[in-house]
């Protein structure tokens, strides 16, 4: 089935065939296989960015400038995915320049949250991922990091159930 032929929404195409609106898809939702499902999807929280909305607050009577740091900070929010799926682990960066990281549920040794005291006061964090053969790899700013913790050791206990 091809990517346009997945029903994605109420405003998107049902087939190749049927032309009409369409909505933009994530980077996780077209990297999805065969059978795959997400499980949970994260987000960066707004405490991530608060000093560029700070920064934009305070340069918008400035002939505007602080909406280019509001842009940047919506930009970054946006560009960000994190989803934990019936397969594995994905984290997409970026708008323009993307980076992203895949994990096999099966291949993740540990995830680590961090939180420091405002962490936890507006529940954000650092999740840290280390798979096998991979280096530890740092997620700052993550809305509610333990419940994608939760959610992603449900998955991966599901992953080895079917196994």
């Known amino acids: 089935m091809t990517g346009l032929a997945r029903l994605r929404g109420p405003n998107t195409l049902a087939s190749s065939s049927n032309p009409g609106p369409m909505t933009m898809s994530s980077y996780v939702e077209d990297a999805l296989v065969g059978g795959e499902r997400i499980i949970h999807q994260g987000r960066l929280s707004l405490w991530s960015v608060w000093h560029l909305l700070a920064l934009g607050l305070v340069l918008l009577p400035a002939v505007g400038i602080g909406l280019i740091f509001w842009a ?8 960000t995915e994190l989803a934990v ?16 990281m895949e994990i096999n549920l099966g291949k993740v040794e540990s995830i680590q949250v961090d939180q420091e ?7 954000f964090g650092t999740l840290v991922i280390a798979g096998t053969g991979t280096s530890h790899a740092p997620i700052q700013g993550i ?4 419940a994608f913790r939760k959610a992603f050791i449900e998955a991966q206990d599901g992953a080895r159930n079917e196994a």
Not at 72 to 79: C, D, E, G, L
Not at 85 to 100: A, D, E, P, Q
Not at 143 to 146: G, I, R, S, V, W
Request: charged share 25%; hydrophobic share 45%; proline share 3%.
């Open 143 to 146: 809305a509610d990091p333990m």
């Open 117 to 123: 005291v405002l962490g936890r006061m507006f529940n």
């Open 72 to 79: 940047i900070a919506y930009v970054r929010i946006k560009s």
């Open 85 to 100: 799926t019936s397969k594995r682990l994905i984290v997409k960066h970026g708008f323009i320049r993307r980076s992203t």
